[in-house]
């Protein structure tokens, strides 16, 4: 039996190992032979989409049905890196300033006419517009120049380097036809024209959106899938039965209150569950130009007195994991908790530290929160209850949430329980809520030391000495008392028929996996 | 009578007007704008940006402009759009009512067939037993909180009929069976309340009839007694019954906020919760404005009814 | 009452065949009047119930409402928690109990607020009619055409959480309604004429109004009250349920109904109770309301 893996059997061996190493790296046209085609599947959602025009999108609702009717530049894997979408290869100049993107030959839009470097450039110029009134626009400030030598190649010229530049154009620019949207004039709510896996069929309001294959998608042999469905079911529970009767065969779920019966439908065989963390954070923020949050002290002391784990497991119902201000989500750029001093508990730390700071008989303040956002409310309770030991009254103020976005948008608060959004970059993540002055910093936070390392950070193409700057931001902002105080990141439940095969969660763009997914 | 309508009519004018004031500025005095509920807290927008945006949503013009341009459009009965989907809000609203009006018919059936015999009988057996105790049945009927109910009657319904849970709201002509199974539940809640108010008019509006002489005349000429009951009795009782169910009607469209909520039914109450809670302005506006404006023409029709079957009101 | 009893010992003599002795007729009769009166002592007899309930509750309350016992997360009714325990670890009884000075709270308060102001404008515009009581009219047309709950949402929007707030909101949603009975009712009374003889002996607007019209026109406003306090407790309750009412810790039976509704199917006590003390609150005013009803207008021809 040994003789058979002498010479000719080893080179055998070698060649077929150097064939499956070859398919292994090939792109997605070479499948696995079991992929079947065919078939409808229905999501289940809680909410109608508002809108098929990604430039204006801010609700939760719309981008699942966008992520499979548009392309982008480039996108993420579901290790977050950036990979080839319509631009098959790009290059960055050394100065970080000039980057330019080949594009795919032959990409048709669903209207069957071919994409050129001129709609791409059209779809910026159309999200960068003042009268488009985009709320991603800032994101775009630092492009300088856009050119398209030919038809296949755009350069865009930044001013100054912007390094979380692919992921910003993963996350908002989307392709439209040129055409298609001048002969709308722009209004883009109801009708679409881009490359993505499927096309709009139909559209009933609060009831279903019916998306069908795009026969001339760019990827040969995808999709599989005939139609897909969005069905609307508001309540949760009954979008639980929804998945036990067959009725739709994908629902994603975030309110851990259902992940017990959710789990149990697993457990019956009904469903596949993948459980993933999602992109954010919750926190626990405060008014820097209140007192007594505007000595850093104070905030520290708070940091250590809050136990985070007892609110992960109340508020959070143990879905979570304790995180940082980069969660475990982002992979690679996220530090280790074991590195921040004031998540062990250590209530004589905190007394120290209010003592030091003025106030050893501790203070009043109000906590905003909002049933909007439940697990946050509850985190609030809880966490008035933790400070308690240290002669501090916080007052929960339930707050409407139109009311609630208000306040936070005028600075009117002590304090607020609520969620962030670690976006897909540090830079996204931090810059805007950190600096001073920044959109979201509505902490009124300025630290110059945070300044710099902010400014830093976002113009190194370098991805290592990017990490090692924003380490040393997050350590910084948590071992000195920084506006936020950190809690923990939660799960989500996705929920699939068995029958559901080859689907890969991609943080934030979740619904994109099922381009490569079959029903069999 | 004539000059009774015309004069209702114009009294109807000032407070329509007054009507539609204070939709327009109960949802406008919240604080928070369409534009700050739209970008949420997460959002990285310049100062611009967001001008921009309020010039987009027609909220960067003075109240009093906006009133105006609003009140127009209602005038030559343009109810507008949403701003949050684009839909126009007369298709909205338009599905929204079907959904609330089919859950108020089935309530007042349900409340109807189950209050009036028993007002009825309880009337004939008066200061029973069986009266005393379908009083207090009615009273804790008004008593138990809708929303306790419902969440009480789909706990139940979940354990005990499981295959009953599972269905989501399916409008009636898409599938009539599928529909109504949704809808049951709902009816009953919001019957439970007004199948007590119903059961004491019948039962108060059966004992001032019974006690009539008409009728003992009707008896001593040797009709038999449950013909009398129909005939006379019964239909003289039905219309206050039926004049109140007019009336009920805010308390119906109240009682359906609730119920809406409770059982995820896409009807107005639900609409309009949302809205406000997205600070939709032309949505609220223009839902709330209808709404009380279908209450002031049903109150007025059923103040005509009294009228015309009660001469003395007219002349008052 | 009165009335009542009086009919049914005439029916009763009708029917009572002759040759019954006293003693058993008295017993029928005192039955009678026990049955007649049921509802009178039962909505008393619940009433206290729930009164005293949120007025000793802070002294009898097992634990303080707010308190978490994180070990004792989602327990069964019994022992230490004679209601069991919510998903923080929270006594349901003591929050039940601190729910229910809320509910009573709000509920006098609001009423009493719009009893006072509601009868001050029906009073006067019935009285003194014009173009005054045109303009109050058209103002209590405007809030009733507004189904009561819409209105409550869109003003707790923009007041804000406290219990003097949710009072407010009530308040304001109920001062047409009595503001309409006492105004009718006014206008009936004006209408007889021992009033016009009083004013013509001389009698002041203010004597008049206090001395005469105004004790006999109160009748349909007092019953009014009592069913207008278990509205306003069940409005109360409805928004807290929709997230709009009072600020925690201070639990609202309502909200207690929206925190118990994720985990019904596990621990229905969460649900169960809060439900059932609200039930009993509202039930008793419903009662005394009835009964008030009975006696001061039998046949139900005013409010």
């Known amino acids: 039996?040994?003789?058979?893996?002498?010479?000719?059997?080893?080179?055998?061996?070698?060649?077929?190992?150097?064939?499956?190493?070859?398919?292994?790296?090939?792109?997605?046209?070479?499948?696995?032979?079991?992929?079947?085609?065919?078939?409808?599947?229905?999501?289940?959602?809680?909410?109608?989409?508002?809108?098929?025009?990604?430039?204006?999108?801010?609700?939760?609702?719309?981008?699942?049905?966008?992520?499979?009717?548009?392309?982008?530049?480039?996108?993420?894997?579901?290790?977050?890196?950036?990979?080839?979408?319509?631009?098959?290869?790009?290059?960055?100049?050394?100065?970080?300033?000039?980057?330019?993107?080949?594009?795919?030959?032959?990409?048709?839009?669903?209207?069957?006419?071919?994409?050129?470097?001129?709609?791409?450039?059209?779809?910026?110029?159309?999200?960068?517009?003042?009268?488009?009134?985009?709320?991603?626009?800032?994101?775009?400030?630092?492009?300088?120049?856009?050119?398209?030598?030919?038809?296949?190649?755009?350069?865009?010229?930044?001013?100054?380097?912007?390094?979380?530049?692919?992921?910003?154009?993963?996350?908002?620019?989307?392709?439209?036809?040129?055409?298609?949207?001048?002969?709308?004039?722009?209004?883009?709510?109801?009708?679409?024209?881009?490359?993505?896996?499927?096309?709009?069929?139909?559209?009933?309001?609060?009831?279903a959106i019916t998306l069908v294959r795009n026969p001339h998608y760019f990827l040969a042999g995808l999709p599989h899938l005939d139609k897909v469905v969005y069905q609307i079911i508001p309540a949760d529970a009954s979008r639980i039965a929804a998945l036990r009767t067959g009725q739709i065969q994908f629902a994603a779920f975030l309110d851990p209150i259902y992940f017990p019966q959710v789990q149990q439908l697993q457990k019956a065989g009904q469903v596949n569950v993948l459980h993933v963390l999602d992109i954010n954070y919750h926190l626990l923020g405060f008014n820097t130009k209140r007192k007594p949050f505007n000595n850093p002290l104070v905030r520290l002391a708070l940091s250590y007195?809050?136990?985070?784990?007892?609110?992960?497991?109340?508020?959070?119902?143990?879905?979570?994991?304790?995180?940082?201000?980069?969660?475990?989500?982002?992979?690679?750029?996220?530090?280790?908790?074991?590195?921040?001093?004031?998540?062990?508990?250590?209530?004589?730390?905190?007394?120290?530290?209010?003592k030091q700071a003025g106030y050893p008989n501790g203070f009043s303040f109000d906590i905003m929160a909002s049933h909007y956002l439940p697990s946050d409310f509850t985190a609030a309770e809880i966490i008035q209850q933790q400070l308690k030991p240290l002669g501090i009254t916080a007052r929960v103020v339930p707050t409407e949430w139109g009311v609630y976005v208000h306040k936070w948008v005028v600075r009117d608060f002590d304090s607020f329980t609520g969620e962030n959004g670690d976006w897909t970059d540090p830079d996204l993540a931090m810059y805007a809520a950190l600096h001073t002055g920044g959109s979201t910093n509505a902490f009124q936070y300025s630290d110059p030391t945070v300044d710099r390392l902010l400014d830093q950070a976002r113009t190194t193409t370098s991805t290592a000495q990017r990490k090692a700057l924003y380490d040393r931001l997050q350590l910084y902002l948590v071992n000195n008392g920084g506006p936020m105080i950190y809690t923990y990141a939660s799960y989500w439940d996705y929920a699939m028929s068995p029958q559901l095969h080859g689907y890969t969660y991609i943080p934030r763009s979740s619904y994109q996996g099922l381009a490569e997914s079959w029903l069999q | 009578m004539r000059t009774y309508i015309i004069?209702?009519?114009?009294?109807?004018?000032?407070?329509?007007?007054?009507?539609?004031?204070?939709?327009?500025?109960t949802i406008h005095l919240i604080p928070g704008n369409i534009v700050e509920v739209m970008l949420g807290t997460r959002t990285d927008v310049t100062p611009q940006q967001v001008a921009e945006l309020n010039r987009l949503y027609g909220i960067d013009t003075p109240l009093w402009r906006q009133y105006l341009l609003w009140a127009g459009n209602i005038l030559h009965a343009d109810l507008g759009f949403s701003l949050r989907t684009g839909l126009p809000v007369v298709t909205l609203l338009g599905s929204a009512l079907g959904v609330t009006a089919e859950l108020t018919v089935l309530a007042v059936l349900i409340a109807l067939l189950v209050a009036v015999p028993a007002g009825v009988w309880t009337a004939v057996r008066r200061n029973g037993p069986g009266d005393v105790a379908a009083r207090l049945l009615g009273l804790l009927g008004l008593s138990i909180p809708a929303f306790w109910l419902g969440t009480l009657l789909i706990l139940a319904v979940s354990i005990y009929l499981p295959w009953l849970s599972s269905f989501s709201f399916v409008p009636f002509l898409q599938s009539p069976a599928r529909n109504l199974e949704t809808m049951i539940l709902p009816a009953c809640t919001l019957g439970l309340g007004l199948a007590s108010i119903i059961l004491r008019l019948t039962r108060s509006a059966m004992l001032e009839v019974l006690h009539k002489d008409y009728l003992r005349t009707a008896r001593a000429k040797g009709l038999r007694g449950s013909r009398v009951l129909a005939k006379h009795a019964l239909r003289n009782a039905l219309l206050p019954v039926i004049t109140i169910v007019g009336l009920q009607i805010?308390?119906?469209?109240?009682?359906?906020?609730?119920?809406?909520?409770?059982?995820?039914?896409?009807?107005?109450?639900?609409?309009?919760?949302?809205?406000?809670?997205?600070?939709?302005?032309?949505?609220?506006?223009s839902v709330v404005f209808v709404v009380a404006a279908l209450v002031i023409v049903v109150n007025l029709l059923v103040d005509l009814c009294y009228a015309w079957v009660d001469p003395r009101i007219r002349y008052s | 009452m009165h009335g009542l009893i009086h009919e049914s010992a005439t029916l009763e003599a009708l029917e009572t065949p002759a040759g019954t002795s006293g003693a058993s007729r008295l017993r029928r009769l005192s039955w009678r009047v026990l049955r007649a009166n049921l509802i009178t002592i039962a909505g008393v007899a619940l009433l206290l119930l729930f009164i005293m309930a949120g007025v000793v509750g802070p002294i009898v309350e097992p634990h303080p409402p707010d308190t978490l016992y994180p070990t004792a997360i989602l327990q069964a009714p019994g022992g230490a928690f004679p209601f069991g325990t919510d998903d923080l670890g929270r006594d349901l009884l003591s929050r039940i109990l601190s729910g229910i000075r809320v509910s009573l709270a709000v509920g006098f308060g609001s009423i009493a607020a719009s009893l006072l102001v509601g009868a001050a404008l029906g009073l006067l515009g019935g009285y003194f009619g014009g173009a005054f009581d045109a303009l109050v009219m058209r103002v209590m047309d405007v809030l009733v055409a507004f189904p009561a709950l819409l209105l409550a949402i869109a003003l707790m929007t923009m007041l804000g959480g406290s219990v003097a707030d949710v009072a407010l909101a009530i308040a304001i949603i109920y001062v047409p309604i009595f503001a309409r009975i006492t105004r009718s009712s006014v206008l009936a009374v004006c209408g007889e004429q021992y009033v016009e003889a009083v004013r013509a002996v001389g009698a002041s607007h203010a004597?008049?109004?206090?001395?005469?019209?105004?004790?006999?026109?109160?009748?349909?406003?007092?019953?009014?009250?009592?069913?207008?306090?278990?509205?306003?407790?069940?409005?109360?309750?409805?928004?807290?349920?929709?997230?709009?009412?009072?600020?925690?810790?201070?639990?609202?039976?309502?909200?207690?109904?929206?925190?118990?509704?994720?985990?019904?199917?596990?621990?229905?006590?969460?649900?169960?109770?809060?439900?059932?003390?609200?039930?009993?609150?509202?039930?008793?005013?419903?009662?005394?309301?009835?009964?008030?009803r009975d006696r001061l207008d039998p046949h139900g021809r005013e409010g």
């Open chain 3, 207 to 292: 004597r008049t109004l206090l001395r005469h019209v105004l004790p006999n026109s109160i009748s349909a406003t007092i019953i009014q009250t009592s069913l207008a306090i278990s509205d306003a407790i069940l409005i109360e309750a409805a928004l807290s349920y929709l997230g709009l009412g009072v600020t925690p810790p201070t639990p609202s039976l309502g909200a207690l109904l929206t925190e118990g509704q994720g985990f019904m199917t596990t621990q229905p006590w969460m649900v169960i109770f809060p439900g059932l003390a609200l039930t009993v609150g509202v039930f008793g005013f419903n009662l005394v309301g009835d009964s008030l």
């Open chain 1, 305 to 354: 007195a809050i136990d985070r784990n007892e609110i992960l497991q109340a508020a959070g119902r143990g879905q979570g994991v304790i995180s940082g201000l980069l969660t475990p989500a982002l992979q690679s750029w996220t530090v280790p908790i074991s590195e921040y001093a004031p998540y062990k508990v250590n209530l004589a730390k905190a007394r120290a530290l209010l």
């Open chain 1, 1 to 207: 039996m040994i003789g058979i893996f002498r010479s000719s059997g080893r080179i055998a061996l070698i060649g077929a190992l150097a064939v499956a190493a070859l398919l292994g790296t090939l792109p997605a046209q070479a499948h696995p032979v079991a992929a079947a085609n065919g078939g409808t599947l229905t999501i289940g959602m809680t909410s109608d989409a508002l809108t098929l025009d990604p430039t204006v999108t801010t609700d939760e609702a719309s981008g699942p049905i966008e992520d499979l009717l548009f392309n982008s530049l480039v996108k993420f894997n579901a290790k977050v890196q950036i990979v080839p979408d319509l631009a098959s290869r790009w290059t960055i100049s050394g100065d970080g300033k000039t980057y330019t993107f080949y594009l795919r030959p032959n990409v048709t839009f669903h209207d069957g006419s071919t994409m050129t470097s001129s709609d791409v450039a059209a779809s910026l110029a159309r999200l960068r517009d003042p009268k488009t009134a985009s709320p991603w626009a800032s994101f775009f400030t630092t492009v300088a120049s856009v050119s398209t030598p030919n038809a296949t190649t755009i350069v865009m010229k930044l001013s100054q380097p912007y390094a979380p530049f692919l992921a910003v154009i993963a996350s908002f620019l989307t392709v439209s036809s040129a055409k298609f949207v001048a002969a709308h004039k722009g209004k883009l709510t109801r009708v679409e024209d881009g490359t993505g896996p499927f096309m709009l069929k139909s559209w009933v309001p609060n009831t």
């Open chain 2, 7 to 25: 004069s209702r009519l114009l009294l109807a004018v000032p407070t329509l007007f007054g009507v539609s004031v204070v939709a327009f500025l």
């Open chain 2, 250 to 285: 805010g308390y119906l469209l109240g009682g359906a906020v609730i119920i809406e909520n409770v059982f995820t039914l896409p009807g107005v109450g639900r609409l309009v919760v949302q809205a406000i809670e997205q600070r939709d302005y032309p949505l609220v506006q």
